[in-house]
Protein backbone atom coordinates (compact mmCIF):
# COMPACT_ATOMS: atom_id res chain seq x y z
CA UNK A 1 0.00 0.00 0.00
CA UNK A 2 1.19 3.89 -0.41
CA UNK A 3 2.45 5.23 2.20
CA UNK A 4 4.71 8.48 3.16
CA UNK A 5 7.02 8.86 6.30
CA UNK A 6 7.94 12.36 7.30
CA UNK A 7 10.69 11.06 10.32
CA UNK A 8 10.70 14.57 12.14
CA UNK A 9 7.09 15.60 13.99
CA UNK A 10 9.39 18.76 14.62
CA UNK A 11 12.24 20.77 13.72
CA UNK A 12 13.64 23.64 15.54
CA UNK A 13 16.27 26.15 13.16
CA UNK A 14 17.61 29.59 13.58
CA UNK A 15 16.45 32.38 10.94
CA UNK A 16 18.81 32.33 8.09
CA UNK A 17 19.60 28.61 8.55
CA UNK A 18 19.43 26.42 6.46
CA UNK A 19 16.45 23.65 6.52
CA UNK A 20 15.92 20.39 5.07
CA UNK A 21 12.79 18.05 5.50
CA UNK A 22 12.71 14.56 5.31
CA UNK A 23 10.11 12.38 3.61
CA UNK A 24 10.24 8.77 2.38
CA UNK A 25 7.54 6.99 0.24
CA UNK A 26 6.33 3.67 -0.68
CA UNK A 27 4.93 3.46 -3.75
CA UNK A 28 5.18 0.33 -6.55
CA UNK A 29 5.09 2.81 -9.36
CA UNK A 30 6.09 5.92 -10.54
CA UNK A 31 5.08 8.63 -7.82
CA UNK A 32 3.59 11.91 -8.50
CA UNK A 33 5.40 13.79 -5.15
CA UNK A 34 4.18 17.16 -3.51
CA UNK A 35 4.83 19.16 -0.83
CA UNK A 36 2.43 21.37 0.81
CA UNK A 37 2.65 24.11 3.56
CA UNK A 38 0.09 24.73 6.14
CA UNK A 39 0.16 28.23 8.41
CA UNK A 40 -1.65 27.92 11.71
CA UNK A 41 -5.37 28.53 10.76
CA UNK A 42 -5.17 27.98 7.16
CA UNK A 43 -6.08 25.47 4.50
CA UNK A 44 -3.05 23.30 2.39
CA UNK A 45 -1.14 25.98 -0.16
CA UNK A 46 1.24 23.58 -2.76
CA UNK A 47 5.12 24.46 -2.39
CA UNK A 48 6.10 22.21 -5.35
CA UNK A 49 5.85 19.20 -7.22
CA UNK A 50 7.16 16.45 -9.00
CA UNK A 51 5.74 14.01 -11.78
CA UNK A 52 8.70 13.21 -13.87
CA UNK A 53 11.78 14.94 -15.55
CA UNK A 54 14.60 16.44 -13.77
CA UNK A 55 15.00 15.51 -9.97
CA UNK A 56 15.24 18.65 -8.49
CA UNK A 57 12.49 21.23 -8.43
CA UNK A 58 11.92 24.26 -7.37
CA UNK A 59 8.86 25.83 -5.30
CA UNK A 60 7.59 28.77 -4.29
CA UNK A 61 9.00 30.66 -1.33
CA UNK A 62 12.58 29.59 -2.28
CA UNK A 63 12.06 26.32 -1.58
CA UNK A 64 13.14 22.78 -3.07
CA UNK A 65 13.22 19.25 -3.52
CA UNK A 66 14.91 16.70 -4.96
CA UNK A 67 13.67 13.42 -5.57
CA UNK A 68 15.70 10.34 -5.02
CA UNK A 69 14.27 7.17 -6.46
CA UNK A 70 16.97 4.72 -5.11
CA UNK A 71 16.31 6.09 -1.60
CA UNK A 72 12.20 6.41 -1.98
CA UNK A 73 12.84 9.96 -0.79
CA UNK A 74 11.81 13.75 -1.66
CA UNK A 75 13.38 15.76 0.97
CA UNK A 76 12.17 19.42 1.15
CA UNK A 77 15.30 22.22 1.42
CA UNK A 78 15.21 25.87 1.71
CA UNK A 79 19.13 27.32 2.35
CA UNK A 80 18.18 30.55 4.73
CA UNK A 81 14.87 30.23 6.40
CA UNK A 82 12.81 33.71 7.66
CA UNK A 83 10.74 33.95 10.46
CA UNK A 84 7.22 33.58 8.01
CA UNK A 85 8.53 30.19 7.28
CA UNK A 86 7.64 28.58 10.84
CA UNK A 87 4.44 26.34 9.76
CA UNK A 88 3.75 22.58 9.21
CA UNK A 89 4.89 20.89 6.12
CA UNK A 90 3.31 17.89 4.42
CA UNK A 91 4.69 15.48 2.16
CA UNK A 92 2.16 13.73 -0.14
CA UNK A 93 2.36 11.04 -3.01
CA UNK A 94 -0.15 10.74 -5.80
CA UNK A 95 -1.54 7.22 -6.11
CA UNK A 96 -4.40 6.59 -8.49
CA UNK A 97 -7.44 9.23 -7.75
CA UNK A 98 -6.11 10.06 -4.53
CA UNK A 99 -3.36 11.95 -2.70
CA UNK A 100 -1.56 10.14 -0.02
CA UNK A 101 0.05 12.83 3.17
CA UNK A 102 2.74 12.17 5.63
CA UNK A 103 1.46 13.20 9.23
CA UNK A 104 3.37 16.37 9.01
CA UNK A 105 6.73 18.28 10.36
CA UNK A 106 6.09 21.43 12.56
CA UNK A 107 8.79 24.35 11.74
CA UNK A 108 9.92 26.50 14.74
CA UNK A 109 12.20 29.27 14.02
CA UNK A 110 14.44 30.76 16.47
CA UNK A 111 15.10 34.60 16.31
CA UNK B 1 -11.64 33.47 -9.24
CA UNK B 2 -12.71 32.34 -5.29
CA UNK B 3 -11.36 28.93 -5.53
CA UNK B 4 -12.75 26.57 -3.09
CA UNK B 5 -14.76 27.82 -0.61
CA UNK B 6 -16.10 26.33 2.76
CA UNK B 7 -19.10 27.12 5.07
CA UNK B 8 -19.18 27.70 8.09
CA UNK B 9 -15.84 28.45 9.42
CA UNK B 10 -16.84 27.01 13.14
CA UNK B 11 -20.01 24.86 14.47
CA UNK B 12 -20.38 23.68 17.69
CA UNK B 13 -22.95 20.47 17.40
CA UNK B 14 -24.48 18.53 20.21
CA UNK B 15 -24.16 14.54 20.51
CA UNK B 16 -26.42 13.02 18.13
CA UNK B 17 -27.54 16.13 15.69
CA UNK B 18 -26.87 16.23 12.08
CA UNK B 19 -25.23 18.73 9.75
CA UNK B 20 -23.94 19.43 6.31
CA UNK B 21 -20.34 20.96 5.56
CA UNK B 22 -20.41 22.45 2.41
CA UNK B 23 -17.87 23.13 -0.64
CA UNK B 24 -17.59 24.59 -3.35
CA UNK B 25 -15.23 25.35 -6.31
CA UNK B 26 -15.14 27.59 -9.43
CA UNK B 27 -12.42 26.11 -10.82
CA UNK B 28 -14.12 23.06 -13.04
CA UNK B 29 -12.40 20.63 -11.41
CA UNK B 30 -13.80 17.20 -11.97
CA UNK B 31 -12.11 16.05 -8.74
CA UNK B 32 -12.94 16.72 -5.65
CA UNK B 33 -12.56 15.58 -1.66
CA UNK B 34 -13.23 16.10 1.69
CA UNK B 35 -10.48 15.43 4.32
CA UNK B 36 -10.38 15.57 8.56
CA UNK B 37 -7.50 16.67 10.08
CA UNK B 38 -6.69 15.74 13.65
CA UNK B 39 -3.32 17.41 15.66
CA UNK B 40 -0.41 15.08 15.04
CA UNK B 41 -2.24 12.61 12.08
CA UNK B 42 -1.93 14.66 9.18
CA UNK B 43 -4.57 14.40 6.80
CA UNK B 44 -7.48 11.38 6.37
CA UNK B 45 -9.35 10.95 3.61
CA UNK B 46 -13.25 10.51 3.94
CA UNK B 47 -14.61 10.70 0.93
CA UNK B 48 -14.00 11.90 -3.05
CA UNK B 49 -15.35 12.21 -5.99
CA UNK B 50 -13.97 12.42 -9.55
CA UNK B 51 -16.95 13.44 -11.29
CA UNK B 52 -20.65 14.89 -10.87
CA UNK B 53 -22.75 11.60 -9.69
CA UNK B 54 -19.91 9.65 -8.68
CA UNK B 55 -18.17 9.45 -4.91
CA UNK B 56 -16.42 6.52 -3.05
CA UNK B 57 -15.03 5.82 -0.10
CA UNK B 58 -11.91 7.32 1.53
CA UNK B 59 -10.00 6.01 4.81
CA UNK B 60 -12.17 6.78 7.30
CA UNK B 61 -15.92 7.44 5.63
CA UNK B 62 -18.20 6.02 8.78
CA UNK B 63 -20.29 8.79 9.97
CA UNK B 64 -20.03 10.55 7.02
CA UNK B 65 -22.40 10.77 3.40
CA UNK B 66 -22.01 12.57 0.63
CA UNK B 67 -23.82 13.81 -2.60
CA UNK B 68 -22.26 15.22 -6.01
CA UNK B 69 -25.22 16.28 -7.81
CA UNK B 70 -23.03 18.91 -9.71
CA UNK B 71 -19.51 19.58 -10.71
CA UNK B 72 -19.12 22.54 -8.21
CA UNK B 73 -20.61 21.18 -5.24
CA UNK B 74 -19.98 18.35 -2.85
CA UNK B 75 -21.17 18.88 0.49
CA UNK B 76 -20.30 16.58 3.57
CA UNK B 77 -23.28 15.15 5.70
CA UNK B 78 -22.86 14.42 9.32
CA UNK B 79 -25.69 12.50 10.25
CA UNK B 80 -25.69 11.65 14.11
CA UNK B 81 -22.99 13.66 15.28
CA UNK B 82 -20.57 12.02 17.86
CA UNK B 83 -17.24 13.18 20.23
CA UNK B 84 -14.69 11.68 17.57
CA UNK B 85 -15.99 13.65 14.97
CA UNK B 86 -14.50 16.79 16.50
CA UNK B 87 -11.91 17.82 13.87
CA UNK B 88 -11.00 20.01 11.43
CA UNK B 89 -12.83 19.29 8.19
CA UNK B 90 -10.73 20.56 4.47
CA UNK B 91 -12.10 20.28 1.35
CA UNK B 92 -10.18 20.18 -1.62
CA UNK B 93 -10.31 19.70 -5.45
CA UNK B 94 -8.42 19.08 -8.78
CA UNK B 95 -8.29 18.80 -12.37
CA UNK B 96 -7.36 15.48 -12.60
CA UNK B 97 -4.76 12.76 -12.37
CA UNK B 98 -1.64 13.57 -11.76
CA UNK B 99 -2.64 17.09 -10.48
CA UNK B 100 -2.53 19.24 -6.98
CA UNK B 101 -4.93 19.45 -4.77
CA UNK B 102 -6.05 22.86 -3.65
CA UNK B 103 -7.72 23.39 -0.63
CA UNK B 104 -10.49 25.39 0.72
CA UNK B 105 -9.80 27.26 4.74
CA UNK B 106 -11.55 24.10 6.52
CA UNK B 107 -14.38 24.35 9.44
CA UNK B 108 -13.77 23.84 12.65
CA UNK B 109 -16.26 21.37 14.11
CA UNK B 110 -16.73 20.80 17.64
CA UNK B 111 -18.83 17.74 19.18
CA UNK B 112 -20.07 17.94 22.97
Known amino acids: AQSVTQPDIHITVSEGASLELRCNYS??????LFWYVQSPGQGLQLLLK??????LVQGIKGFEAEFKRSQSSFNLRKPSVHWSDAAEYFC?????????FGKGTRLHILP | NAGVTQTPKFRILKIGQSMTLQCAQD?????MYWYRQDPGMGLKLIYY???????DKGEVPNGYNVSRSTTEDFPLRLELAAPSQTSVYFC???????????FGPGTRLTVT
Open chain 2, 49 to 55: SVGAGIT
Open chain 1, 92 to 100: AVGADDKII
Open chain 1, 27 to 32: YGATPY
Open chain 1, 50 to 55: YFSGDT
Open chain 2, 92 to 102: ASSLGVPSEQY
Open chain 2, 27 to 31: MNHNY
